[in-house]
């Protein structure tokens, strides 16, 4: 099956509404959400939202209260986001971070005390959308095993880039694993294989098979090299914002247990240290060296494809998923089914 953009949002904030979140989180998490399954990261999107009506459901998830700034300096800020949606306090804390940087040329906002926030790339979007430079990453509960070892320790700890320009859609946005552990999650619910050289099961062997891997472990990415980059994000986003790190960090995948993880928003202003329309053009100038020849992707370039993809012929909503929706609406007494198929 399959539903427009629209029928995604109206699906998602009628839920949430039902669920006493307030209308503005809702919202938020609904364009975070669908922001995810037009970019092709179905795994952050939809999908992942059932796992979020656990969250409420266990009170993991909070519907009272509002976020607040524990320390601040003209340039920083650490908020407490009282485990309200993870959505809604990275929106908040992105906007603080880019008010910051467009005074003093940038905006570091650490959170700590939130929860699962969708996809990085969705903040650093924000700032990439106001001309600002935006960087985000997060720690998330073990799931990869440093090299050399079998044991989950690090978290799958993205990283999101985005970098104004005039011409094109520059952004990384990218777990540090090789494969986001909801991509693991989504090939269960769809009882489908995972690629090779991704994860490793409990014994330290190579598996395809997503529940062993989930058991196991998920390689990083890139060999030694995302295990160094996964190590420094799990401190940054970890001890540096008042979070928990490694085996400490819980409630990224598992939404009956208590998020301990951390966020760092970062805000850039280039017009602080350049012309804005030179440093644009030049990014533009640079994307076209890279494409001197034909088939040649940039950061983002997927996201755009997908984007117009599914604006154009709906997002998936593979039948267990429904499945997923139709119990959720008849727990909550909610008639869904006419809003899915519309
Ligand atoms: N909330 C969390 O705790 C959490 C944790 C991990 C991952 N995530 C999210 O999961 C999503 C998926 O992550 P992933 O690691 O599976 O993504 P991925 O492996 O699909 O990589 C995506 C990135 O690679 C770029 N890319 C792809 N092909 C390219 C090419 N040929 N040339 C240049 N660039 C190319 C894309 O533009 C995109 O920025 C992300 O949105 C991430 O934020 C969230």
């Given at each position: 099956m399959k539903i427009t953009p629209e029928q995604e949002k109206s699906i998602i904030t009628k839920i949430l509404t039902k669920l006493n979140v307030p209308t503005e989180h809702a919202e938020i998490v609904a364009d975070v959400t669908l922001d995810a399954d037009l970019k092709g990261f179905s795994s952050h999107g939809i999908g992942r939202f059932p796992q979020y009506i656990k969250g409420l459901k266990s009170g993991t998830i909070k519907t009272k209260g509002d976020i607040e700034i524990e320390n601040e300096t003209v340039s920083t800020a650490l908020i407490n986001g009282n485990h309200l949606f993870g959505?809604?306090?990275?929106?908040?804390?992105?906007?603080?971070?880019?008010?910051?940087?467009?005074?003093?040329?940038?905006?570091?906002?650490?959170?700590?005390?939130?929860?699962?926030?969708?996809?990085?790339?969705?903040?650093?979007?924000?700032?990439?959308?106001?001309?600002?430079?935006?960087?985000?990453?997060?720690?998330?509960?073990?799931?990869?095993?440093?090299?050399?070892?079998?044991?989950?320790?690090?978290?799958?700890?993205?990283?999101?880039?985005g970098i104004p320009s005039n011409k094109n859609y520059v952004s990384v946005?990218?777990?540090?694993?090789?494969?986001?552990?909801?991509?693991?999650?989504?090939?269960?619910?769809?009882?489908?294989?995972?690629?090779?050289?991704?994860?490793?099961?409990?014994?330290?062997?190579?598996?395809i098979d997503p529940q062993e891997a989930l058991k196991g472990s998920i390689l990083p990415f890139g060999a030694h090299k995302g295990y160094a980059l996964a190590f420094m994000i799990e401190i940054l986003a970890g001890p540096l914002v008042k979070a928990a790190f490694g085996t400490g960090v819980t409630g990224t995948a598992n939404p009956e247990e208590m998020c301990t993880k951390?966020?760092?928003m970062i805000?850039?202003?280039?017009?602080?240290?350049?012309?804005?329309?030179?440093?644009?053009?030049?990014?533009?100038?640079?994307?076209?060296?890279?494409?001197?020849t034909d088939n040649i992707f940039i950061p983002g370039d997927m996201e755009v494809m997908n984007v117009n993809n599914h604006q154009l012929n709906g997002i998936d909503i593979d039948d267990k998923l429904y499945q997923q929706f139709i119990d959720i609406s008849h727990e909550l007494k909610m008639d869904l089914e006419d809003l899915f198929k519309e």
């Open positions: 959505h809604y306090v990275s929106y908040k804390s992105m906007q603080l971070a880019m008010e910051k940087a467009r005074e003093t040329g940038i905006g570091m906002v650490g959170i700590h005390d939130s929860n699962h926030f969708g996809v990085a790339g969705y903040y650093s979007d924000m700032a990439l959308m106001e001309d600002l430079v935006g960087l985000v990453i997060a720690n998330t509960e073990p799931a990869v095993a440093p090299i050399g070892g079998k044991i989950p320790i690090l978290g799958t700890n993205p990283i999101a880039i946005d990218m777990a540090t694993s090789a494969s986001a552990r909801g991509k693991l999650m989504e090939a269960v619910r769809r009882g489908e294989k995972i690629p090779e050289n991704v994860a490793l099961d409990c014994e330290g062997n190579p598996t951390g966020d760092l805000a850039i202003d280039p017009s602080k240290l350049s012309d804005l329309n030179i440093f644009k053009d030049q990014v533009d100038e640079f994307i076209d060296q890279v494409k001197s």
